[in-house]
């Protein structure tokens, strides 16, 4: 049964539930509906100023990724107010970056059990196509560091600097204009028909796997021939640049001295492909290598025309026992 509330308007209940059922367009309009009061929450604990306006942007987003989390359509109002706090708190706590498992953990769970693996929970939301259709929307600069900051463990300011080589107040100016454009992009293409995100991360994600084994057997050069233009250039961390030849040459280098890499999370989007992938060291030398490489690839109609790595200060990736240096 629809509860309209005076004037045939769709009630939060409706919205709700459409919006769990994959109704882009519905979570748009609840959204709409509650901004002005999401947004007194921000100005009442940070004050006026960008940072508000920013704290509403980013509750938006973990709303966009949670809204099957809601157990209680009427209590929409009350929920999204709910995140727009927890962000603020976090705001307040600290001015560097929120780390993606922070995020998730910003919107208190219905289910039982701890939090999912945040790449699992866009994959398994229905609107995860409307997302990264949106995405897709962001210039090249500002999609990267988006994609870094929410989807991948580069979540901190310095390190997305790093990576990209730009300055921290950049990668702020940035992902402030990526969260404005964003929601505006999401309301645009709510009724759109959109890419298949799971579809093109999982051909990314066989990509990679079949070029890392490929690659510990010495042949990273021909598994990446059908996929990559004859100008592939690779920009190692320390900054030094190099072709493809020299990529391979240390690659088989570190494999005969027993390291290996083990795929850990692929992010794709039509242009940017991130793979980040854990270095496993031989037992009697465990810091032969860092601990992960993060790949970022720039994608020139469907072909890999540049390629950066780059050894993120926590956890999970790997490569080269030069670094490229």
Known sequence: MTDLLPGGVPSDLDLVRAAQSGD?????????RHRAAMYGVALAMLGHGPDAEDAVQEAALIALRRIGDLRDPDAAGPWLRMVVRNVCRAQLRRTSAVPVAEL??????????????????LDGQVLRDWIWSALEQLSPGLRLVTMLRYFTDVTSYEEIALLCGIAVGTVRSRLNQARAKLAAALLDLGDRVHDDAASLTAHHRLLAEQTLVAAHRGELASAWAGWRSSRLEVTWPTGKRSDLGYLGFSFGRDVSEGVRQRLLNVVASREVVIWETAIVNPPEDPFHCPPGVVWVHFLDRDRDDRLRLYHPRRRRTGLAKDHGG
């Open 24 to 32: 882009a367009a519905s979570l748009g309009l609840l959204l709409a």
């Open 104 to 121: 998730e953990g910003l919107v208190a769970m219905d289910r039982s059990g701890g939090p999912p693996d945040p790449a699992d929970v």
